[in-house]
């Protein structure tokens, strides 16, 4: 049985900030969930997809954020608790059904789980997406720690069925990733069925039914601004003079910092739990009791000028700061030294900081730079394209484990913007320019995003190469499923969609399927690609190592070895694959039997065919 399936009320269970999300729906109810993976989100559907196969709740991995958002908008309006979850990038996929989804509302509580990405720990950008809770009208959640992240979700759905309108969650890496003990609840039966009630005039979003829906919506908001004011975790503690404002992981480190510095008797602290409709009146109560205010949160200075607003229009002229003050920029996360020193400065007070730990003594670290893994097939497709194009032609990258081929030696990606972007720049790099133009992208983000690409580069009658690099899997996020995988290696039941048929359906008439540890022949593949007149696609297929091993579909090899007496130390092996199975030891290339998985792509590189199988 599945942890979280445990119902043991009372019980405290130590979990991963996105478990707790997890847990928090099922004891909401939790009927339906959706999502495209995406870290910092990923382990929430994780474990929706466990729990369904042992459970009637519904899970999917859809296609992409806007798929799964308007999937879920469905079960909603039948009535049907759903969760929605993606990281912060995601939500850009899902933003046009997300503006008029608030208009429209939904019958069933709806909770849309967003993850902000502060310092890019995995991502193209670090948004703030508190914007969008602005920009759409919805009311937006920030929690602070596991068992807030539990508690706020079962209230983000109860507020969802209050107000009819889906609620976002809005969480951050430091909180989806820390761990710490939750109280458990009571787990809700799972309602598998709902019905839809017909009402075209206002589910159907002609602009004279979404002028009336608009209205509507700010009905709605004026509410949700209401439960904002008696909000529990829009909480003020303290009667000092020194006002400290702070939402989301950045409340841990206030209140570190209030009680290291040990000012407990001179701050005035208001935690902002709901963060929109932000409580303008408790706000307001707030600033009239205090001298001053700093205001602490990560990225954009979003409660900063909107509290500065409020004092503005309720006459109070106390200073309010935030970014610009000790180290608070809009770039990447805060920590608690940084807040302490934040804090000191700006109430004047002497703080020396802590020593730092003397570390002198230790050996340095070794570096772990990010890097394809040991028998990646993407490493032996980059290679092929290297020797049939060169150096010079242009490489559109996309999301995913081939956006490493940035770093050298391979160093074959060359602009990137976002899922699906490598297709469609393609399509303007090949007509602005007379240089070739080869582009990358994943199995899994092909489907999301690529398609439409595609079809835009046939009908437009474009010149470049694409290379679909099909691994079998979603494999930077961990190994999900997506419409072209093989389900039942999973164990599940999906229909698989064959990415060839959906390339020659957009009308690409030149495509290759190659498997690239068949080094020549993949070259040979690639070449012709370079002659055709027009869209060239080029099916690189070859499973992911991790996830053939983890879905007992690995190939059993031998590693390799190097024979001493025949290599010449060119080192064409480490010079053009960088596999980290292999290193320098003595001037001399090694290969590290535990890591090499026997791909032989090595040994078809090398030029004294010096590396041979281990023998037995």
């Not at 599945?2 to 997890?22: R, V």
């Not at 929706?48 to 958002?69: G, P």
């Not at 046939?458 to 494999?475: E, I, P, Q, W």
């Not at 694959?577 to 039997?593: F, G, H, N, R, S």
């Amino acid at each position: 049985m599945h942890k979280l399936l445990t119902d043991s009320p009372g019980k405290e269970m130590l979990l991963l900030g996105n478990e707790a999300i997890a847990r928090g729906a099922l004891e909401a109810g939790l009927s339906f969930a959706t999502c495209y993976p995406g870290t910092p989100s990923s382990e929430i559907p994780e474990q929706f997809f466990r729990i369904s196969q042992e459970t009637d709740l519904y899970f999917e991995y859809s296609t992409n954020e806007k798929v799964a958002l308007e999937v879920g908008a469905g079960a909603a309006a039948c009535g049907l608790r759903t969760m929605v979850t993606m990281k912060h990038v995601g939500l850009n996929v899902a933003a046009d059904p997300l503006m008029t989804l608030a208009y429209v509302g939904v019958k069933g509580g709806m909770v849309i789980v967003n993850a902000d990405d502060p310092f890019m720990f995995s991502s193209q950008n670090e948004q703030d997406n508190r914007f969008y809770a602005r920009l759409s009208g919805l009311p937006m959640l920030e929690p602070t720690s596991t068992q807030e992240m539990k508690d706020m979700t079962i209230a983000a759905f109860e507020l969802s069925e209050e107000l009819e309108l889906p609620v976002i969650l809005r969480t951050t890496t430091r909180l989806n990733h820390v761990r710490g003990a939750v109280k458990l609840g009571e787990l809700k039966p799972i309602r598998t069925k709902g019905e839809f009630q017909k009402n075209p005039f206002h589910f159907v979003t002609v602009p004279a039914v979404s002028r009336n829906l608009h209205k509507l919506l700010l009905e709605k908001y004026g509410k949700a601004a209401a439960r904002s004011e008696g909000w529990p975790e829009n909480r003020i503690t303290g009667d000092g003079k020194w006002g400290i404002v702070a939402n989301g992981v950045s409340v841990n480190y206030a209140r570190d910092a209030i009680r290291e510095l040990g000012i407990e008797d001179k701050v005035r602290f208001m935690q902002v739990g709901m963060s929109w409709p932000l409580p303008r009146d408790r706000i307001t109560g707030f600033l009239k009791g205090v001298d001053k205010v700093l205001v602490v949160e990560e990225l954009e200075p979003v409660m900063e000028t909107d509290i500065k607003a409020i004092a503005q229009e309720n006459g109070i002229t106390i200073p309010i700061r935030g970014k610009g003050v000790g180290g608070f920029s809009k770039l990447y996360e805060y920590d608690p030294g940084m807040v302490r020193k934040a804090v000191a400065d700006y109430f004047g007070m002497e703080y020396k900081g802590r020593a730092p730990v003397d570390l002198s003594d230790l050996p340095q670290l070794p570096g772990r730079p990010p890097n394809l893994c040991a028998g990646c097939p993407h490493r032996a497709t980059y290679y092929a394209v290297k020797k049939a194009y060169g150096p010079d032609a242009i490489h559109p990258t996309d999301i995913g484990c081939y956006t490493l081929g940035l770093l050298p030696p391979i160093s074959m990606a060359d602009y990137l913007i976002c899922m699906g972007s490598s297709v469609s720049s393609s399509c303007g790099f090949s007509r602005a320019s007379d240089q070739k133009v080869v582009s990358f992208i994943g199995d899994s983000t092909f489907f999301h995003s690529g398609i439409t690409g595609l079809i835009d580069a046939v009908h437009n009658n474009h010149k470049f190469t694409l290379v679909v690099l099909d691994n079998g899997t979603t494999a930077m996020t961990g190994h999900q499923p997506h419409p072209g995988v093989n389900a039942e290696a999973m164990g599940i039941e999906r229909t698989r969609l064959s990415i060839e048929e959906v390339v020659r359906g957009c009308g690409v008439k030149d495509v290759h399927l190659v498997k690239p540890f068949k080094v020549n022949k993949t070259i040979e593949a690639i070449q012709a690609s370079k002659d055709y007149d027009g869209v060239s696609v080029v099916i690189s297929e070859e499973l992911c190592p991790l996830f053939a091993r983890a879905t007992g579909q690995m190939r059993k090899t031998k590693p390799f070895r190097v024979n001493y007496d025949k290599c010449k130390n060119h080192r064409d092996c480490i010079n053009y694959l960088a596999c980290p199975a292999m290193y320098l030891q003595e001037e001399k290339v090694v290969i590290d039997k535990n890591l090499c998985i026997g791909c032989a792509v090595c040994a078809q590189v090398c030029p004294e065919n010096a590396i041979l199988p281990v023998k037995d």
